[in-house]
């Protein structure tokens, strides 16, 4: 059947386009009806202006103007304006300051090299220069210390039922180039690497050897040092003292120093001769000389071992081991586990990337991460440990050294 045409009616608003491109009037299907309101044709040469658009504009004051009193409440508040008032604690990192203020930490501590500042993320914050870096983000502050109560920190008492054996803390002493540090390296390379398959030793200031399943701690600072922290801070650092003397020299001015030293401190003394490798070895003499400041052979009816070494050779290492813990057994060393750790700071730095580090020796007690702890007028908490190979460990118990992050 032959579809039915009709004249296609054609909208108002085209008529004014028909007329000026004279666009003749053409019969189709019912269905071009629907087309053309739709659909408006355009000259692609005139200016994209000239043409209205048909849709109908929305006024937005009078929009807005119509909203309810009501509608007008709903709405979110604005954010509050930031506080005027910082309390800031003293000792509180660039970390927590940043987002006191509300600011990105990168900025934040852009804001501090400009003023001559080089703080890591870790490092406490100097309130004057937190104060001028506040103001430079237009943050008007006061910063104010929290006041906290004073707590004084007894002394617990020690129950000697919860005590248990710990290793022994072992300094080496000597003259100069008697091998104090040749015969280090060769416990350290002879025992630390056997514990830790391809392990580098880090240098923290301490470090532990094992022998049949029992440590001792070596202290990988100068002798005189560890005496010194000693005196200065009242605590016993070192259990044992080996006392190097060249085989080849005798007893020299700093040999009667760490004999002084020791005896001052009422430590044992361990003799290593060492460079008995050399030919003009001369060990009666040695012990002879020793024995008239009092370090006498159990050979001669003493109290002091003596151990024949070769730290360049590397013979009597194990044996030099084997006297110190049997030196340590007699002492009968034991510490409680099960409390606040206590500890004395071998070393300090200031690490580029971790803030402040200090090396600890833990002398009672279990040191874990996330402890709050004292030293001396400053107070912190332990945000990272690391021991002396280089692991992160979650506690470390008496005599173990350790890294400590968190000053």
């Known amino acids: 059947t032959a579809v039915e045409e009709e004249e296609i009616k054609v909208p108002d608003r085209f008529k004014k386009e028909i007329e000026i491109e004279n666009i003749p009037k053409f019969k189709g ?6 087309a053309f309101d739709t659909i408006k044709r355009v000259d692609t040469a005139k200016k994209w202006h000239v043409f209205k658009p048909a849709f109908k504009k929305f006024d937005k004051k009078k929009v807005s103007s ?9 709405l979110p508040l604005p954010t509050q304006p930031r506080k005027r008032v910082l309390k800031f604690q003293e000792g509180s990192t660039v970390k927590e300051f940043a987002e006191l203020i509300g600011q990105k930490l990168p900025e934040v501590i852009k804001k501090f090299m400009e003023l001559g500042y080089m703080p890591t993320i870790n490092q406490p914050l100097d309130l004057d220069a937190a104060q001028i870096v506040a103001e430079a983000f237009g943050i008007k502050v006061e910063l104010t210390h929290i006041e906290s109560e004073e707590t004084v920190m007894e002394e617990a008492e020690i129950d000697t039922s919860k005590l248990s054996h710990r290793p022994p803390i072992v300094t080496i002493m000597g003259h100069v180039d008697h091998g104090k540090t040749t015969l280090l390296d060769a416990i350290r390379e002879t025992k630390v690497t056997e514990t830790e398959a391809g392990g580098i030793t880090q240098h923290i200031g301490a470090y532990k050897v094992k022998l049949k399943d ?8 100068p002798g005189h040092e560890a005496f010194t922290i000693m005196r200065a801070r009242g605590a016993k650092v070192t259990d044992i003292v080996v006392l190097v003397v060249a085989a080849d020299d005798g007893v020299m001015p700093q040999t009667i120093e760490a004999i002084d030293h020791a005896k001052a ?3 044992p003394i361990v003799v290593a001769i060492n460079k008995i490798d050399k030919p003009e070895a001369n060990i009666a003499k040695v012990k002879n000389d020793l024995a008239q ?9 003493g109290q002091n071992i003596f151990v024949e070494v070769s730290a ?5 290492i194990e044996r030099l081991l084997e006297m110190i813990l049997l030196q340590a057994e007699v002492m009968e060393l034991t510490a409680d586990y099960n409390r606040h750790a206590k500890g004395t700071i071998i070393e300090s730095k200031l690490d580029k990337g971790r803030g402040p580090v200090a090396t600890v020796l833990v002398n009672s007690g279990t040191l874990k991460v996330g402890d709050i702890f004292i030293a001396g007028t400053l107070a912190g908490k332990v945000r990272a440990l690391t021991d002396d190979i280089g692991r992160r460990i979650e506690k470390c118990g008496p005599s173990t050294p350790v890294e400590v992050i968190g000053f």
């Open 29 to 34: 299907r019912p269905g071009m009806q629907r």
């Open 66 to 74: 119509q909203k309810t009193e009501t509608e007008i409440k709903e």
């Open 214 to 221: 029992k440590e001792i701690v070596f202290l990988d600072t």
């Open 265 to 267: 401190a009422n430590v």
């Open 293 to 301: 400041y009092g370090v006498v052979s159990e050979d001669w009816g």
């Open 312 to 316: 360049k050779k590397k013979t009597g």
